[in-house]
């Protein structure tokens, strides 16, 4: 470490590239500038001169051990130049001390550089430029503070995975270093600031800086996290002439956990209502619960006792609809509590799920009686079509691109297709032991399916009529149930037998499981904020993933 320093005092070490302080006394010797001055204007070559005489401490292991005020340059410095008035420089080289040079009497421009190398050569680690009076007659201090130059840059998260759904606030290490990989410490500024700015694919809007613009290394930096629905964003640094860096930050998924009043209620499936509350069935119960961001949850009991609804969306008239597995009626309830029940279009039908098709109609499944069936909004009388397989049990049902609607065959190995009423549904036959569960839209416009049987995810064509895909799930035999399209354009599924909550991306190419916290999850849907809401069929609850 070498500094300069008129009082020949030796200088604290830094283990990094730092602001040097330049401290010289220029005496002043009283006569006429007859004499040049090294590198000086043509201008001022009658000025009276003073003699300025810069030493240099090249640290010693003592002063290596001493760290207090940030008077440092980088470590790798060779050599230093000093010019006057933008003239000829003047070069001190290591391990020599001293530098005498003539200054004009007046204001002078006084420059330095720092070097890696001998004689002024190499890379530039450092400049500082100061204006400086000297007087005659007079002992004159001229002090300047060196900046680092930056050559390249890093950047660090103080925590680059907090928890998932819990505010934080992130400090950010953004430094510049110089060209020799020293890191550039101390308060003077830099030549240009390093600007930081936040790359978010998903414009989740969980993210702010505390600022964007580091003017000098002693500048701080916090990335704020709301904790909100987050995968995965970017933190970028960057700065005139040289290569941006990025930090990541990846909050890690946390599951709450949520009781339901009634005992062994058996919740079932789950959605997100039009009021910003998260609907659910209770099959054992009889009951649709409501459960706010918050967690607090009100149960509302179904009309018909014994009804164990089973399916639940919330349709384009406000309300709330669900099938009544055990009662064969389809089921309407208001964001204020009141209910509506009718009559399946055939008895005996056991509804599973359901889809609006936005045309003012609800179609839902018929899983014991072998149907696919529709409810008009409007309350009038239903009607429906028999699924061409024998015992199919048809189940999960959603509508595609063109609007038609597309079903799953739990033990048909089938996905069925429905392009209008009247016509006999079109049947699609799957590998060979499959369970096919619950389909729904993705935003690909594929249709991806939950298959109980195989333990995979199936991704089907509309446009073809053929199922184009298998993804097997990380954990064998997990059986997966619900499924739903994230806030993130992945699709997020449970596990019914290994109580996780798994993830894909629509390609396929990447598949994570994350513990639910929970026994049996089912149902799943995303919430107001993204974050993913599950029910736990056997242990009672209502669990949120926040990622």
């Given at each position: 470490m070498r500094s300069f320093d008129s009082l020949h005092r030796p200088q604290p070490f830094a283990r990094a590239a730092a602001a040097l302080l330049i401290v010289s006394v220029a005496a002043c010797s009283g006569r006429d500038g007859s004499s040049a001055i090294p590198g000086a204007p043509h201008s001022q070559l009658d000025a009276r001169l003073a003699p300025v005489t810069f030493t240099m401490h090249w640290n010693s292991a003592t002063a290596s051990a001493v760290r207090r005020s940030p008077k440092y340059i980088s470590p790798s410095a060779l050599s230093v130049s000093i010019t006057v008035n933008q003239g000829v420089p003047q070069v001190l080289n290591f391990p020599a001390t001293t530098l005498a040079i003539n200054a004009?009497?007046?204001?002078?421009?006084?420059?330095?550089?720092?070097?890696?190398?001998?004689?002024?050569?190499g890379n530039v680690l450092g400049r500082a430029a100061i204006t400086q009076s000297i007087v005659d007659g007079a002992a004159n201090t001229v002090t300047a503070v060196l900046g680092g130059i930056i050559a390249s840059l890093a950047i660090t998260l103080g925590n680059p995975t907090p928890n998932a759904g819990t505010a934080a606030a992130i400090p950010i290490t953004a430094s510049g270093r110089d060209a020799d990989g020293n890191t550039i410490v101390g308060s003077s500024d830099?030549?240009?600031?390093?600007?930081?700015?936040?790359?978010?694919?998903?414009?989740?809007?969980?993210?702010?800086?505390?600022?964007?613009?580091?003017q000098s290394p002693a500048a701080a930096a916090t990335l704020n996290y709301n904790g909100g629905t987050l995968v995965s964003a970017s933190v970028v640094a960057s700065t005139t002439g040289v290569a941006s860096v990025s930090a990541t930050i990846s909050p890690t998924p946390t599951v709450y956990q949520y009781a339901i009043p009634t005992a062994a209620s058996k919740p079932n499936w789950i959605a997100l209502g039009p009021d910003g509350n998260m609907w659910f069935t209770e099959q054992n119960a009889s009951k649709i619960g409501r459960i706010t961001p918050a967690g607090t949850v009100t149960e509302f009991a179904t009309p018909t006792g014994s009804s164990e609804p089973s399916g639940i969306i919330s349709a384009s008239d406000g309300r709330l609809w669900?099938?009544?597995?055990?009662?064969?009626?389809?089921g309407a309830l208001t964001t204020g509590g009141t209910f509506s029940e009718y009559p399946t279009a055939f008895a005996s039908?056991?509804?599973?799920?359901?889809?609006?098709?936005?045309?003012?109609?609800?179609?839902?499944?018929?899983?014991?009686?072998?149907?696919?069936?529709?409810?008009?909004?409007?309350?009038?009388?239903?009607?429906?079509?028999?699924?061409?397989?024998?015992?199919?049990?048809p189940?999960?049902?959603?509508?595609a691109v063109d609007n038609n609607i597309y079903f799953t065959e739990q033990l048909g190995e089938n996905i069925g297709h429905l392009p209008n009423i009247g016509t006999a549904p079109v049947e699609v036959p799957v590998p060979a032991l499959s369970y096919p569960q619950q389909i729904?839209?993705?935003?690909?416009?594929?249709?991806?399916?939950?298959?109980?049987?195989?333990?995979?995810?199936?991704?089907?064509?509309?446009?073809?009529?053929?199922y184009t895909?298998?993804?097997?799930?990380?954990?064998?035999?997990?059986?997966?149930?619900?499924?739903?399209?994230?806030?993130?354009?992945?699709?997020?599924?449970?596990?019914?037998?290994?109580?996780?909550?798994?993830?894909?991306?629509?390609?396929?190419?990447?598949?994570?499981?994350?513990?639910?916290?929970?026994?049996?999850?089912?149902?799943?849907?995303?919430?107001?904020?993204?974050?993913?809401?599950?029910?736990?069929?056997?242990?009672?609850?209502?669990?949120?993933?926040?990622?």
């Open positions: 004009p009497v007046g204001t002078d421009l006084f420059t330095f550089a720092t070097y890696d190398e001998a004689y002024g050569q830099y030549g240009a600031p390093i600007v930081l700015t936040i790359t978010d694919p998903a414009n989740s809007g969980t993210l702010s800086l505390s600022t964007k613009s580091l669900f099938g009544e597995y055990a009662a064969s009626q389809i039908d056991s509804p599973g799920l359901l889809v609006d098709r936005g045309d003012g109609t609800i179609w839902y499944t018929g899983y014991t009686g072998n149907h696919v069936s529709v409810q008009p909004i409007d309350g009038s009388a239903g009607y429906g079509v028999s699924v061409p397989t024998v015992n199919s049990a189940y999960g049902i959603t509508t729904v839209r993705g935003p690909d416009g594929n249709l991806w399916f939950t298959d109980y049987g195989t333990s995979t995810i199936g991704r089907f064509s509309p446009l073809g009529l053929a895909a298998y993804f097997p799930t990380p954990t064998p035999n997990s059986v997966p149930f619900g499924i739903t399209v994230g806030a993130d354009g992945a699709l997020w599924f449970t596990e019914n037998a290994t109580d996780k909550i798994g993830r894909t991306t629509t390609d396929g190419t990447t598949m994570i499981e994350y513990p639910a916290g929970g026994l049996a999850p089912r149902g799943i849907a995303a919430g107001p904020t993204g974050a993913l809401w599950f029910t736990e069929y056997s242990s009672n609850r209502i669990g949120e993933l926040v990622y």
